[in-house]
């Protein structure tokens, strides 16, 4: 059965820097064709993609926020970071790790998400 | 990038009658390999979203075959084939062309 859960603070300030850990199971990291990627909801939006790191640790980010996005893989401990900088209020949102499966070219399986504020 | 335009935003449903959610996307989402990469997530209140169609038509595991997806090209359908009060949510298209782009997600309610 595969799990997903994110892990990271609730609130961070301005122009801080946000890192937020999924930490997976039910899943090998090496094994094509999976990935892990990350999703953001800001409250009463919709669904915005952000990251996704492959098996092979291939990095795909989001256009507009590429310039702010770090994505990385720690296989050892089944865990996958993100980090963004520059917080702004406007990042306020529910941040989602998913599963990748490339067969299906679908996010299958999410976690429950964590609630990020952005304030001072 | 690829921009995802669903319709309705809101619908209201009558349980046990048909329901169908449109999504367009600015450009054919057909891959060279023949596949067409559209799916579709029902977020129900509260919870994270979870994927009901992947390649435009294909039910995920565990999905009741209620639901359907269909379309090529641009223009892509999600039917209910009988809406049930657990259905309610929103429904989100989300292209992977291009990256990956969700639509603005459409609120499913019970009338």
């Known amino acids: 059965q595969i799990t997903l859960k994110e892990s990271g603070p609730t609130r961070v300030k301005p122009t801080e820097t946000l890192t937020l850990t999924c930490t997976f199971s039910?899943?090998?990291?090496?094994?094509?064709?999976?990935?892990v990627g990350w999703i953001r909801q800001p409250p009463g939006k919709a669904l915005e993609w952000l990251a996704l790191v492959y098996w092979d640790d291939d990095k795909r980010y989001s256009s507009s926020l590429k310039s702010r996005l770090t994505i990385t893989r720690d296989t050892s401990k089944n865990q996958v970071v993100l980090t963004m900088t520059n917080m702004d209020p406007v990042d306020t949102a529910t941040y989602y790790c998913?599963?990748?499966?490339?067969?299906?070219?679908?996010?299958?399986?999410w976690g429950q998400g964590t609630m990020v504020t952005v304030s001072s | 990038d690829i921009v995802m335009t669903q319709s309705p935003l809101s619908l209201p449903v009558t349980p046990g009658e048909p329901a169908s959610i449109s999504c367009r996307s600015s450009q054919s989402l057909l891959h060279s390999n023949g596949y067409t990469y559209l799916d579709w997530y029902l977020q129900k209140p509260g919870q994270p979203p979870q994927l009901l169609i992947y390649?435009?038509?294909n039910r995920a595991p565990g999905v009741p075959d209620r639901f359907s997806g269909s379309g090529s090209g641009t223009d892509f359908t999600l039917e209910i084939s009988r809406v049930e009060a657990e259905d309610v949510g929103l429904y989100y298209c989300k292209q992977a062309l291009q990256r990956w782009t969700f639509g603005q997600g459409t609120r499913v309610e019970i009338k």
């Open positions: 390649l435009a038509f």
């Open positions: 998913a599963h990748y499966y490339g067969d299906y070219v679908a996010f299958d399986i």
């Open positions: 039910g899943f090998s990291f090496t094994s094509s064709p999976v990935g």
